[in-house]
């Protein structure tokens, strides 16, 4: 399209391509849900379908304590799978090297030790859910590489919410307080 003003030609597609990729490389990075070294299936499909409803990355660190199959996932997940934007690692290492290498926010731990208590706790656009184990939690060299350790207040004498139940609603806090529900603004 030539402009008569100026005398040049301008190509409509290059500069919305342009404004993309610009908004693309200033874009805050994502919120994303980790596992670590889950135990149960039907809990990592269920986290699997969370996030991929919500339009959330997730990260799943191995081994598993159980045989990864995608039969095994798309009964747990039914048919999100293909909406999930999964990253699967094979150790914690492999997590962190991989974290390692891309603009990130903070890796806040989900746990029944943390410090913090989910409703006065502030998340950020970038940060990373990590949920531990089902059996066990997570080990100590994970907790010292947590950003924060927020846990979800209970009443007395309950020991603990189910993972995904928990990431699910720490999740939904999170992305409530950064207006990142899929849709329309949530703040």
Known sequence: ???AATGYTRNPGVLPSLATAC?????PPAMRLALFEPD??????AMLRLAAC????????EPCGFAWSDARMRR????YLDLAELRRHASWAAFREARSREPGGRLVLLTT?????????????GDTLLVGRESAGVPAMV?????????????PGARSLNVALAAALALGEALRQTGAFPGKASK
């Open 113 to 125: 030790a943390g410090a913090e208590e989910l409703p006065g706790f502030a998340f950020a656009p």
């Open 54 to 61: 919500l339009g959330v990355g997730i990260d799943v660190i």
């Open 76 to 79: 747990a997940g039914l048919d």
């Open 143 to 155: 907790h010292e590489a947590a950003d924060a350790a927020v846990r979800i207040p209970m009443r």
């Open 1 to 3: 399209m030539r402009n």
């Open 23 to 27: 908004a693309t490389l200033l874009a």
């Open 40 to 45: 149960i299936p039907q809990n990592t499909g």
